[in-house]
């Protein structure tokens, strides 16, 4: 009873204590159920029209880009890469969006048409659809496609270990998605075409114009020749036109700093360092025979830029500094470790110099394993025979060849040594082979049947390791400019400082606008990585000074935030909009001077010198639009006042007129195009997009 009581007495307290329990337990559950979410819009790079892409789906479009990228043999940054993953996304959505509120679509059969049937325009510059001769190649196209429908329908239980195949296909669904926006877009501009017209008075008036060809003479007086001094132009003025033109200065949010970039260049020690190392080479390429071992130790120790592989190679293909050596030198020489621009050279010749076709075309029957019980070998063996036997190998490969080069009766094209580095001898087979000949290859269970079919001349050529070694900065160099640029900041913590001191010590402080939040590299700048300093920016206010120097491979940088420009106009007070505004202004004080002092001249003394213009037509734009328009408004013998163009002031007189020579180009659906092409920014601008790609890169 007494505890009974004590609750009686302290139930206000117990409810409270109970509440908060159950809210805790509530919220914690709650926490607990709605984490993923939480976790999924953290994930989240963007969406566009309703449509998400997170991290994982976003990396793995951006994979499937850069193996197209290499197999294309582009050298495309991965920055550069993401950029182009991010706006096919956009523009997909968004077109798919747009197409979608007035029931249009791309549909399947469409895109095949553009595939198989008649390939897509888009489709012509694909590296790897061009024959031999770099022309687009149907025949490759169609082979390709076959190919991925092996893919496709091969069974999930079965890998398939052709890596480049896959590398090419989930390249492929990102031209697909390419060409698709492609199509779309022709769709929208036929569309748009259909249904615009021309009032009938516009169209009569542009054919009258088309119709004619004018001569006229033209007095012209540039604005630059007119003296700035002569025409000032006060601060109010410079404001009033710019909120006239506000919309030419519309921009996305940006920053602007100011960096100073301590270069960071090697010293004596570092040179005799890159030295002693390739000495250390030299002498090991002396000692090792095993080719392989070579070619390994080259490869591990020379500059990227520098690649030796097992394989006779032309004097073309071997660094300039090394050719005399290598078509000169005995086999096992090794040359004498060099000094040669920004690198330490040596090379050691690996074999006699011979005489080999540089490149040599081949037909080819390719079998692999199509289930767990099938023998490729064995059907290689038996079709070999055949062949041997006197069997046509362009039937053969017709009928038995598991690749692209099936529909091609085996053809396959000119190789150089090297390209088929798989099946091992094949370049020796080969290229010492003779024209007709037929050899079979194995590749664990992938075997091929060759038959040589053509081989250019023999020229020269020799196989040789080549090991070059970069001078670079050392940690004790590089250490030194860090602490150079680190002594900078303690001493300039202001951003008046930061700027104004750098002179002085023999620095310069570069600036840098605008940076975007997604840019990945600072424009008109050699800073390594520009993205971490743009990440920086945005994460700064204007007089912020950077903590510690910004540290790259050869680079130390420092920077100062200037100044913070939210989405919307560009304001005023940076010099490019109240300049480009100032310079209107004095433009049409130069041209009302200019036409009030020609008014009432005659043509021949406005100017010392009077062009004539023969053959002129208004619908090819080779003049000031204000001229042309003018000329083509007057009657013959007619001088106009003075007109204000765009590039300075001009007067006219009319000398005569003809019917037009050849038909009028019709440049309609070209300027539908250019209005369309623009209308897809205001699209752009308008559709809701949401970016997180800066919080993630």
Request: proline share 3%; aromatic share 10%.
């Amino acid at each position: 009873m007494a505890t009974l009581e004590k609750i009686r007495k302290r139930g206000k307290i117990v409810m409270v204590v109970v509440f908060v329990a159950l809210l805790c337990f509530v919220i914690g559950d709650f926490l607990s159920n709605s984490s993923a979410i939480f976790n999924s819009n953290r994930e989240q790079i963007g969406e566009v029209c309703g449509k998400k892409i997170n991290s994982a789906e976003f990396q793995r479009s951006v994979e499937a880009y850069t193996n197209f990228n290499k197999l294309e043999g582009n050298n495309v940054s991965e920055a550069e890469i993401r950029n182009e993953a991010w706006q096919t996304f956009v523009i997909s959505n968004m077109l798919e969006d747009q197409m979608g509120k007035i029931g249009m679509s791309i549909s399947q059969d469409e895109l095949e048409y553009a595939t198989k049937v008649n390939p897509h325009r888009e489709l012509w510059n694909l590296q790897i659809l061009k024959d031999e001769n770099g022309n687009f190649s149907p025949q490759r196209l169609d082979g390709m496609l076959r190919a991925f429908k092996q893919l496709e329908e091969a069974p999930e239980d079965e890998s398939v270990n052709n890596e480049y195949l896959k590398d090419v296909y989930n390249g492929w669904l990102c031209v697909e998605r390419k060409l698709v926006n492609s199509m779309a877009y022709e769709k929208l501009v036929t569309l748009t075409a259909s249904a615009s017209r021309a009032p009938k008075a516009e169209k009569d008036l542009i054919a009258k114009f088309a119709g004619e060809q004018v001569d006229f003479a033209c007095a012209f007086k540039p604005y630059f020749m007119m003296p700035d001094s002569a025409f000032a132009v006060s601060d109010e003025e410079g404001r009033a036109e710019y909120e006239k033109i506000k919309n030419a200065f519309k921009t996305d949010k940006f920053r602007s700093i100011k960096a100073i970039v301590f270069d960071v260049r090697p010293g004596e020690a570092d040179s005799v360092e890159a030295k002693n190392r390739t000495i250390d080479n030299e002498n090991e390429l002396k000692n090792i025979t095993d080719l392989e071992e070579v070619y390994l130790l080259a490869s591990q120790e020379s500059d990227p830029n520098f690649v030796s592989r097992n394989m006779y190679v032309r004097d073309n293909d071997i660094d300039y500094a090394l050719r005399e050596f290598a078509f000169s030198a005995k086999k096992d020489s090794v040359i004498p470790t060099f000094e040669d621009g920004l690198f330490y050279k040596t090379a050691k010749v690996l074999s006699d110099v011979v005489t080999r076709p540089d490149s040599v075309k081949i037909s080819v029957i390719f079998l692999a394993k199509a289930n767990k019980e099938d023998n490729p070998k064995k059907k290689a063996d038996s079709i070999f025979e055949a062949i041997k036997a006197g069997a046509s190998f362009a039937e053969m490969a017709e009928k038995f060849s598991m690749d692209n080069s099936q529909k091609n009766k085996g053809e396959f094209g000119w190789l150089k040594e090297g390209m088929f580095g798989r099946f091992k001898d094949f370049d020796e087979t080969a290229f010492n082979g003779k024209v007709g000949q037929t050899f079979q290859l194995s590749d664990k269970d992938d075997q091929i049947i060759v038959k040589i079919d053509s081989m250019t001349a023999p020229v020269r050529k020799v196989k040789i390791a080549e090991v070059a070694i970069r001078i670079e900065a050392g940690s004790d160099t590089y250490r030194r400019y860090y602490e150079k640029a680190s002594k900078y900041l303690s001493e300039n913590t202001t951003l008046d400082e930061f700027v104004n001191n750098a002179a002085s010590q023999g620095l310069i402080a570069y600036e840098y606008s605008p940076l975007f939040e997604n840019d990945y590299q600072i424009r008109n700048s050699n800073i390594e990585n520009g993205r971490k300093v743009i990440k920086w920016a945005f994460e700064h206010e204007v007089g912020d000074i950077t903590s510690q120097p910004f540290e790259f491979t050869n680079q130390c940088v420092i920077a100062a935030l200037t100044g913070i420009v939210d989405k919307g106009f560009l304001p005023y007070s940076y010099s490019y909009a109240n300049d480009y505004a100032k310079r209107k202004v004095m433009e049409q004080k130069k041209a009302d001077a200019t036409i009030s002092e020609w008014k009432d001249k005659d043509i021949s003394a406005c100017s010392e010198k009077i062009d004539t213009v023969k053959d002129a037509r208004f619908d090819i734009n080779i003049q000031d639009p204000a001229v042309l328009a003018t000329v083509f408004s007057m009657k013959e013998g007619e001088t106009s006042d003075p007109i204000k163009g765009v590039s300075g002031v001009y007067k006219v007189k009319v000398l005569g007129k003809k019917p037009a020579s050849g038909a009028a180009p019709n440049n309609y659906r070209r300027e539908l195009e250019m209005m369309f092409r623009q209308s897809m920014g205001v699209l752009i601008d308008k559709t809701d997009i949401v970016d997180n790609r800066s919080v993630f890169y």
